[in-house]
């Protein structure tokens, strides 16, 4: 059941993503410690930065060694 709810989180992410990128076709560009990115669809980079926080919090686990799974199980 929670493999089931691990799959089904992300696909919701791709689902409201891709509804956003539809709704607001819009050029914008990101601003980030006095740098800015070039204009870009509001969608693409939502789904950058969406994939950006998943590649954090994964390093972050790895480096902290830490399981959430394994840690549920043995309570």
Do not use: D, H, K, Y
């Amino acid at each position: 059941m929670v493999r089931l709810l691990f799959a089904i989180i992300p696909a919701l992410w791709v689902v409201a993503i891709a509804i956003i990128a539809v709704q607001n076709a819009t050029s914008v560009s990101f601003r980030f410690l006095n740098l800015q990115s070039i204009e870009l669809p509001f969608g693409v980079l939502l789904a950058f930065c969406v994939a950006w926080g998943m590649v954090v919090a994964a390093l972050v686990l790895m480096l902290l060694g830490g399981n959430p799974l394994r840690q549920s199980a043995r309570r």
